[in-house]
């Protein structure tokens, strides 16, 4: 009986644990985008030479995504992660150093390299989590990486404000967080690969299931960047606000979707994930409709708020039913994040392009029909139950747990 409620305990420190690794790791998203501008003038690149850029940290993240089943293998979960966390919040420094073009953009490809590996260690082991508490906690996690990034955000704010060197900002945000991420780190579980245990291929395709399940995450992240990165323009050059106001707009869909994802696993609880998704996509449907036939700035924020209402839980279930796929959750979650990390890179770029050929409104009829898309399709989540622990793992390698004696009396 003590046993149980030792594994308990453990469990639930680890929860907290990954949380905090998750707001630690957008914290270093949400300081590295208030910088941006500062990078743009110290590399003296032009607005398409940075458009070029900043395509980098997804190319690389897609590319090593698929190598952190090898790294949580060969060294085990929570070595793994603190050190690939390391990694990460240290290469926060990079792109602020980069004199020129090409090496801002070897500087962004490093930079999103790492992400993309302590993103997918980090989802397996909340996925992990969620199965031994047997109750959705991937909403809540991706709603402290949305209040990290805010909080990293409102951190970068005040630098650039003052006016400080962004050399000087992200050497001491690097620093900051390293040290917190690594104290996060030690309270996650610790999983480590048996003798017998064949070690995962550093590259191998995702399966079918993470194809699928990457379809409804593609579509959900195709969303939020467009309107992260499009709703003040769009309130300020359709709507006819002002830059103020628009730019209000953006904060807004970020709160919305940061306090969504936090409130999420509740209802994701009593609903279930597609009956969750399916309310989700039409919400996300009936907002960004809102959108394309808004008269006035009070409609479009509505629409914008509903979209990202509508969104906000998507991804955090799409990795939940990666983690639960199949035989390979490490293929299908590395899948699922390389697929989610693709749709990012294009919807900016993708929306922009649609805009020139058409209309900005035009655009978001494309939203319109993606988020549908959601409720269309959101039966791919179902599952057929909770995968054992020892499957969910692999998510990490194919590794198994480190048992640790109980010194309590």
Sequence with gaps: MSEVVYDLREVKRSRYAVAAVFAVHGAVTGSFATRVPWIQDHASVSAGQL????????????????????VSHRFGARTALRGLMALWTLALVLPALAPNLLTLCLALFVYGATAGMADVAMNALGVEVENRLDKSIMSGLHGMWSAGALIGSAGGTLAAHLGT????????????????????CQGVLDLRAT????????FALPPRSALLIGAIGFCA??????????????????????????????????????VARLAGDAVVDRFGPVRTVRVSGLLATAGALLVVLAQNAVLAMTGFALLGLGIAVVVPLCFAAAGRSGP???????????????????????????????????????????AFGLAAFAGVLRTSGRTSSAQVAGALGKVSDAKVPDSRP
């Design 221 to 258: 992240v195709f969303a939020e960047g467009a309107s992260l990165d499009w709703s003040a323009v769009y309130l300020r050059d359709v709507i006819g606000t002002s830059a103020g106001l628009a730019a209000a707009c953006t904060t807004a869909f970020t709160l919305t979707m940061a």
């Design 328 to 370: 390979n959750p490490s293929q299908a979650i590395a899948g699922v994040a390389t697929i989610t990390y693709t749709s990012g890179l294009i919807a900016p770029s993708a929306i922009g392009t649609v805009a020139d050929a058409t209309s900005l409104v035009t655009s978001f009829v494309l939203v319109t029909v993606l």
């Design 195 to 202: 003798e017998d245990e064949e070690a995962p291929p550093r």
């Design 51 to 70: 458009g070029l850029a900043l395509a980098f940290p997804a190319i690389g993240a897609s590319l090593a995504m698929p190598l952190a089943g090898s």
């Design 165 to 184: 060197d962004a050399r000087l900002h992200h050497a001491l945000a690097a620093v900051t967080l390293t040290v917190l991420g690594t104290v996060a």
